[in-house]
């Protein structure tokens, strides 16, 4: 599902995911520290009136009460004065957002979703309990253990729970193939790696083009990163396109990482300022890309250690950056491990990119303006040309060539692509609904004889279309699911269907590389990257 949201219909959707993404995501994480809930709730003149209050509610309120809630509340209300990215983590989120910045997740290892009450595979994860089973997308899960599913109202999180159980132990599943074949499998929660480089690949026809996507800044994004790199290099690449779009940041450690592997020269990359202290990252070593050119892009959804990498490269003038004016998250957070699991993420800092410019965006209305701040940009249809604040009071700053860039506002794009505003509710809930990826993962388990010469993801993009039968045929399937799906609503956007229909069978038939290397034939951030990379 990550890949789809490349696409305009479903980027609302996305949008609040990724915010809650990004008030998680940090940059620094200190787990080792414990505070103990009397410390915790008293002040430095040991008057601890939240911990006084809370045993008198305790004791004396006349109905029963939940203390764990009692103390989670307490806790939210004193973040809520605080800026939007310190934040609380309820115990049973911890290891889930954990998970996603070391890199490794625990469970069977499927991606699924959940439409007309009914739990469907959308992708199975490369070496997991999951891809060595029969367990294919499109499937369906029908039990779980001994809870039976199929046609019951459950959100993501009862699956979820009921799926990952704890480590080491088995899972068995009731698993109905398109055919209608019920499968019986038994299946052991195991750590999976989860990787962050989602795609890595040599442009079609564009031979001298690497293009590297990251989905998030991991413990392990800086060794994906410079593997993938080097192998594009044996490919003889001398440009690269880096897409951070949709990734809502993470470790600064990883960011810098792969800066130095991209910057020529002692430069500065970061200077990050504390209530006690200011520290400076700077390039160290020699890079294995310091000469060709890069693009960068970004997106409304690319937050902090994302920002980061687009800051840092236009501040340089290494690299031109391309896409939507980033989110404006400027913070730096420290995760410290509270009792019972949770954890509370901390502000610690503010970061300046190496103009001195710092890309955090105001605050001070409150975090329901704040976020919605982002809605908004979609909604009104603004780019990144659309600063937050008006001429006047916009903050200046200088590259080292001494372009103009701005603080306070997020990373504005050297050259701005506009949102495609084409779409319908129809397609938007082909796209929610992730139809095309079902009527390809069905259609492909009848024909998988019709793709077994394809052995390549160059050869795929360059000789697979979708004929005019099979194009019916989606059309067909879509109007069973959506009475509004006809082909009056479908054919203005026979581009986007094709493009994304032609991506799911490449996605099951030789991997997600290739899904994202047919999706990005037809977005127009990474064709203006092409055009842009080509000029002398």
Not at 427 to 436: C, G, K, P, T
């Amino acid at each position: 599902m990550t890949n789809l949201s490349k696409n305009q219909f479903y980027q609302p959707l996305l949008f609040a995911a990724v915010l809650v993404a990004g008030m998680l995501l940090g940059f620094k994480i200190a787990s080792s520290y414990y505070f103990d809930r009397p410390a915790f709730f008293a002040s430095k003149k040991e008057k601890p009136y939240l911990d006084h209050l809370l045993n008198l509610i305790a004791d004396k309120y006349v109905d029963s009460l939940d203390m764990e809630t009692l103390y989670e509340n307490g806790v939210q209300g004193i973040l809520s004065s605080l800026d939007p990215h310190t934040v609380f983590i309820p115990p049973q989120e911890t290891d889930q957002v954990n998970e996603e910045l070391q890199g490794n997740i625990y469970g069977i290892g499927i991606e699924f979703f959940i439409y007309r009450d009914t739990i469907h595979i959308l992708s199975v994860l490369d070496n997991s309990p999951a891809k060595i089973s029969s367990i294919a997308p499109g499937d369906l899960i029908l039990k779980i253990d001994d809870s039976l599913i199929a046609g019951k109202k459950m959100d993501d999180e009862d699956v979820i729970r009921l799926i990952k159980g704890q480590m080491n132990t088995v899972v068995t599943l009731s698993v109905q193939k398109p055919d209608g074949q019920i499968n019986q499998l038994k299946l052991k929660r195991q750590t999976i790696t989860n990787n962050s480089i989602t795609a890595a690949y040599v442009m079609p026809q564009q031979p001298e083009i690497g293009y590297i996507a990251i989905r998030i800044f991991s413990e392990n994004t800086y060794t994906e990163f410079k593997e993938a790199l080097q192998q594009l290099l044996k490919k003889h690449i001398s440009k690269l396109i880096i897409d951070v779009r949709d990734n809502p940041g993470g470790y600064m450690d990883a960011v810098t990482a792969i800066l130095d592997e991209l910057i020529a020269g002692e430069h500065t990359l970061l200077t990050t300022k504390s209530k006690s202290a200011t520290e400076v990252v700077a390039t160290k070593e020699a890079g294995i890309f310091e000469k060709g050119k890069i693009c960068v892009l970004i997106n409304e959804n690319s937050a902090s250690a994302s920002e980061i990498l687009a800051g840092v490269m236009q501040d340089l003038d290494r690299g031109e950056v391309i896409g939507r004016r980033s989110y404006g998250k400027g913070l730096v957070q420290e995760q410290f491990a509270l009792p019972d699991n949770a954890a509370i993420r901390i502000t610690v800092a503010r970061y300046y990119l190496p103009s001195g410019r710092c890309i955090q965006k105001d605050y001070s209305h409150g975090k329901n303006e704040y976020q919605q701040e982002i809605y908004e940009r979609f909604f009104r249809r603004k780019t990144a040309d659309t600063s937050v604040a008006p001429p006047n009071e916009r903050k200046k700053y200088f590259t080292a060539s001494g372009k103009v860039v701005y603080g306070d506002e997020g990373v504005k794009p050297d050259l701005t692509i506009q949102y495609d505003t084409l779409y319908n509710s129809t397609m938007d809930s082909v796209f929610r609904y992730n139809l095309i990826d079902l009527f390809a993962a069905q259609y492909f388990y009848f024909h998988k004889n019709d793709f077994a010469s394809y052995s390549d993801e160059s050869g795929f993009e360059k000789s697979f279309n979708i004929q005019p039968v099979l194009r019916n045929l989606l059309y067909q399937y879509l109007h069973s699911q959506l009475h509004s799906a006809v082909t009056s609503t479908l054919s203005p956007f026979q581009s986007k269907t094709d493009n994304l229909l032609k991506a799911a069978f490449a996605k099951l038939v030789l991997g997600n590389n290739a899904r994202t290397m047919i999706l990005n034939t037809n977005d127009q951030t990474v064709k203006a990257s092409v055009l842009q990379l080509k000029k002398n």
